[in-house]
């Protein structure tokens, strides 16, 4: 296919030091060589968001001397890139990363004072992350030939709403975002966009949840109508395990919207839950591809799902950390107030549920949630009924689904999941199948959740070369 336009999304792997840097420019330089107009968006070098978090926590707990020996050990890594770049000490891009650092200490030192860590003031920091490695990668793409201009998610358009933590693009977005970047590109630059975070209309920065780069690629890549959106990976695609835990997974050559979606809410850490909502109305696909094996096709994300009819499970992926919030208590649940008044508490703290399964005698409603969440829903859910239920958690939990579209019908899908957990003789707490029939999901104990998905993988054969769909 001859492209015109296409978005291409690096993450912290690929941003990880000035080699991986330059790697991504040149995989960016190919294309616009061949003609084409490329928009970059780019997330925090490996490890720098998660370190922005701890220095955060430290400040927040008094600890300053921890969070400044943080930022310094930050600041030394990006001017040692810069450096490794090309720039030269009294270069731009050297005194905006000062600069930015000292902005940063300033935010940390406040919120040190304060003993106080809001949503707002963590996405402040956080998307540091992704605006010093911008001008990281712009540094890049000049030294390769490139004229390449960056900005902030704010600068490019992103317009969210006060979600702070987990911020979503407003309407308005799409039309900002053209507007921005369609000058740059038509002056013949190469946009490089900070991915992961965005701005409210008072100019305040969000962040769009873990994994936000995704998501920014995929917002500029359905405001300016790009061919693909491509999200080069330091994996060969979407694979159909954790490469990490199942040796012979295997690429994935094609999976839907809605498939990738289930895959990535049910745990697979490649892409963001909401990364293909942009696309889903104009049909922009998005490939997974492999920065090591830029020829690979990856995996490409479209409406159709293709089904060879033969393997009707195409992934299984895992999320850790879970807990079963239990309530109880004879008879009280079968009135339907009370259940109701479990969700509204449950919603009014914006808790995402994983699961939910009620028992029939009605003397039971069980509940999977993230265990970082746990504590919020024991506390809303106690303060939403009355006495005589008992609302406890049981912790270490984790939850394995199977993904694929080719379930929607067929039959012997499920036998075939508890079977195979059976004979590995995991216990199953919780069981539940979207109406959607592109998941079914389990929740067991956490401890034996790597041994459950190399079973499943095996018992539904998903290492196999898939046969050819016409
Ligand atoms: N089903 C899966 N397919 C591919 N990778 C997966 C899957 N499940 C989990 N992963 C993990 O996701 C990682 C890639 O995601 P991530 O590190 O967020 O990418 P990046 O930061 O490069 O955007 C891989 O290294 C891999 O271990
Ligand atoms: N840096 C952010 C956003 C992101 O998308 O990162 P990555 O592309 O490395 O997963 C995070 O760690 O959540």
Do not use: C
């Amino acid at each position: 296919m001859a492209y015109s336009l296409l978005v291409m999304k690096f993450g912290g792997t690929n941003m990880q030091d000035a080699s991986a840097i330059r790697h991504s420019a040149s995989l960016a330089r190919r294309s616009v060589h061949e003609g084409i107009r490329v928009v970059v968006v780019v997330s925090a070098m490996a490890g720098v968001t998660n370190g922005l978090l701890k220095l955060a926590d430290a400040a927040q707990a008094g600890d300053i001397a921890a969070a400044n020996d943080e930022i310094a050990a930050m600041r030394t890594r990006h001017f040692t890139a810069a450096q490794e770049l090309g720039a030269s000490p009294d270069s731009a891009t050297v005194r905006e990363i000062r600069e930015m650092h000292e902005t940063l200490r300033q935010a940390v030192y406040g919120v040190y004072l304060l003993r106080e860590l809001t949503l707002r003031s963590r996405d402040l920091i956080v998307a540091f992350g992704e605006r010093l490695s911008a001008p990281l990668m712009a540094l890049a793409l000049e030294h390769s030939g490139l004229r390449a201009h960056h900005l902030t998610g704010g600068e490019a358009g992103i317009l969210t709403d006060t979600h702070f933590g987990n911020a979503k693009p407003l309407a308005g977005t799409y039309e900002r975002v053209k507007d921005r970047l369609s000058g740059v590109l038509s002056a013949g630059v190469t946009p490089v966009v900070a991915g992961f975070m965005g701005e409210t209309d008072k100019g305040a920065i969000t962040t769009l949840g873990r994994g936000g780069t995704d998501f920014s690629a995929t917002i500029i890549g359905k405001a300016l109508g790009a061919d693909e959106v491509w999200a080069w990976k330091d994996v060969d695609g979407v694979m159909s395990a954790d490469p990490r835990v199942v040796q012979d997974a295997r690429n994935i050559e094609v999976l839907s919207y809605g498939e990738v979606m289930e895959l990535a809410y049910f745990g697979a850490k490649v892409l963001h839950p909401l990364a293909v909502t942009p696309l889903q109305e104009s049909g922009i696909p998005l490939r997974v591809k492999s920065a090591a094996d830029p020829d690979f096709p990856g995996t490409l994300v479209q409406a159709d799902a293709l089904d060879d009819g033969r393997h009707p499970v195409k992934a299984v992926t895992a999320i850790r950390n879970v807990s079963i919030i239990n309530v109880s208590g004879a008879g009280a649940l079968g009135v339907p107030d009370v259940v109701a008044s479990l969700f509204a508490a449950i919603a009014r703290e914006n808790i995402t549920l994983l699961m939910v399964s009620q028992s029939s005698s009605m003397s039971n409603v069980s509940l999977a949630v993230q265990s970082s969440d746990a504590e919020r829903t024991l506390g809303a859910l106690r303060g939403a009924v009355t006495a005589e239920l008992l609302v406890e958690e049981q912790s270490g939990v984790a939850v394995l689904a199977i993904v694929g579209s080719g379930m929607r019908g067929q039959r012997g899908v499920a036998a075939g999941l508890f079977s195979a957990l059976a004979q590995s003789e995991v216990n199953i707490l919780m069981i539940s199948q979207g109406s959607s029939e592109l998941n079914i999901s389990v929740a067991l104990d956490g401890a034996q959740v790597e041994e459950a998905t190399r079973a499943v993988h095996q018992a539904f054969r998903l290492g196999e070369q898939p046969a050819a769909v016409h």
